[in-house]
Protein backbone atom coordinates (compact mmCIF):
# COMPACT_ATOMS: atom_id res chain seq x y z
CA UNK A 1 0.00 0.00 0.00
CA UNK A 2 1.20 3.40 -0.95
CA UNK A 3 1.21 5.78 1.53
CA UNK A 4 -1.09 9.50 0.49
CA UNK A 5 0.67 11.81 -0.93
CA UNK A 6 0.52 15.00 1.07
CA UNK A 7 -1.77 17.51 -0.18
CA UNK A 8 -0.13 19.93 -2.56
CA UNK A 9 0.14 23.45 -0.80
CA UNK A 10 -1.19 26.45 -2.35
CA UNK A 11 -0.55 30.54 -1.99
CA UNK A 12 -2.57 33.24 -2.98
CA UNK A 13 -1.08 35.63 -5.49
CA UNK A 14 -0.39 38.37 -3.23
CA UNK A 15 1.47 35.80 -0.85
CA UNK A 16 3.72 34.76 -4.25
CA UNK A 17 4.06 38.73 -4.98
CA UNK A 18 5.57 39.52 -1.56
CA UNK A 19 7.83 36.24 -1.61
CA UNK A 20 8.97 37.00 -5.05
CA UNK A 21 9.57 40.85 -3.81
CA UNK A 22 11.43 39.46 -0.97
CA UNK A 23 13.70 36.82 -2.84
CA UNK A 24 12.32 33.85 -0.95
CA UNK A 25 10.70 32.29 -3.73
CA UNK A 26 11.03 31.43 -7.45
CA UNK A 27 8.08 30.88 -9.87
CA UNK A 28 8.03 28.23 -12.17
CA UNK A 29 5.57 29.10 -15.34
CA UNK A 30 4.48 25.30 -16.97
CA UNK A 31 2.33 26.39 -19.65
CA UNK A 32 3.53 26.03 -23.14
CA UNK A 33 6.15 28.39 -24.89
CA UNK A 34 3.02 30.30 -26.96
CA UNK A 35 0.77 30.93 -23.87
CA UNK A 36 3.82 32.40 -22.39
CA UNK A 37 5.11 34.72 -24.64
CA UNK A 38 1.71 36.21 -24.82
CA UNK A 39 1.86 36.83 -21.45
CA UNK A 40 3.51 35.86 -17.78
CA UNK A 41 4.54 36.96 -14.66
CA UNK A 42 7.99 38.77 -14.43
CA UNK A 43 10.76 36.89 -13.71
CA UNK A 44 8.44 33.20 -14.07
CA UNK A 45 11.06 30.54 -15.16
CA UNK A 46 9.28 28.39 -18.38
CA UNK A 47 9.28 24.97 -17.39
CA UNK A 48 6.60 23.61 -19.60
CA UNK A 49 4.30 20.99 -18.73
CA UNK A 50 5.09 18.75 -22.15
CA UNK A 51 8.85 19.01 -21.41
CA UNK A 52 8.78 18.61 -17.54
CA UNK A 53 12.47 18.20 -16.63
CA UNK A 54 12.72 17.69 -12.56
CA UNK A 55 16.19 18.63 -13.25
CA UNK A 56 15.14 22.19 -13.91
CA UNK A 57 13.77 23.18 -10.90
CA UNK A 58 16.19 24.71 -8.11
CA UNK A 59 16.13 22.86 -4.78
CA UNK A 60 18.33 25.22 -2.92
CA UNK A 61 15.62 25.45 0.08
CA UNK A 62 13.91 28.02 -1.63
CA UNK A 63 10.05 28.25 -2.43
CA UNK A 64 9.06 27.19 -5.13
CA UNK A 65 5.89 28.27 -6.48
CA UNK A 66 4.33 26.25 -9.70
CA UNK A 67 1.98 28.60 -12.29
CA UNK A 68 0.02 27.95 -15.01
CA UNK A 69 -3.37 29.22 -16.39
CA UNK A 70 -5.91 28.81 -13.57
CA UNK A 71 -4.47 26.40 -11.69
CA UNK A 72 -4.69 22.64 -12.89
CA UNK A 73 -1.34 21.85 -14.75
CA UNK A 74 0.87 23.52 -12.53
CA UNK A 75 -1.10 20.99 -9.10
CA UNK A 76 -0.12 18.28 -11.45
CA UNK A 77 3.24 19.09 -12.13
CA UNK A 78 3.62 19.93 -7.56
CA UNK A 79 2.37 16.62 -6.95
CA UNK A 80 4.65 15.05 -9.46
CA UNK A 81 7.58 16.99 -7.73
CA UNK A 82 6.64 16.23 -4.47
CA UNK A 83 6.51 12.41 -5.57
CA UNK A 84 9.73 12.61 -6.78
CA UNK A 85 10.88 13.74 -3.21
CA UNK A 86 10.89 17.89 -3.58
CA UNK A 87 9.83 19.89 -0.75
CA UNK A 88 9.29 23.29 -0.09
CA UNK A 89 6.10 23.71 -3.39
CA UNK A 90 3.71 25.81 -4.00
CA UNK A 91 0.77 25.84 -5.87
CA UNK A 92 -0.52 29.44 -7.30
CA UNK A 93 -4.14 29.27 -6.25
CA UNK A 94 -5.93 30.56 -9.47
CA UNK A 95 -3.26 30.68 -11.42
CA UNK A 96 -2.10 33.67 -14.17
CA UNK A 97 -6.15 34.75 -14.10
CA UNK A 98 -6.09 34.78 -10.59
CA UNK A 99 -2.83 37.06 -10.77
CA UNK A 100 -4.36 38.92 -13.46
CA UNK A 101 -7.57 39.43 -11.34
CA UNK A 102 -5.95 40.32 -7.94
CA UNK A 103 -4.37 43.42 -9.96
CA UNK A 104 -0.48 42.14 -9.75
CA UNK A 105 1.81 43.28 -12.90
CA UNK A 106 1.62 40.75 -16.59
CA UNK A 107 4.46 41.11 -19.03
CA UNK A 108 3.39 40.49 -22.51
CA UNK A 109 4.96 39.47 -25.30
Known amino acids: MHAPQPAIAEAD ?6 WLDAGEAILID ?4 PEYQRAHIA ?3 L ?4 AFDPKRI ?7 VLQCAVG ?14 FENLYNLRGGLQAWSQAGLP ?3 G
Open 13 to 18: PHTVKR
Open 30 to 33: VREM
Open 43 to 45: GAM
Open 47 to 50: VPLS
Open 58 to 64: PQDGIKV
Open 72 to 85: ARSASACAYLQAQG
Open 106 to 108: IEF
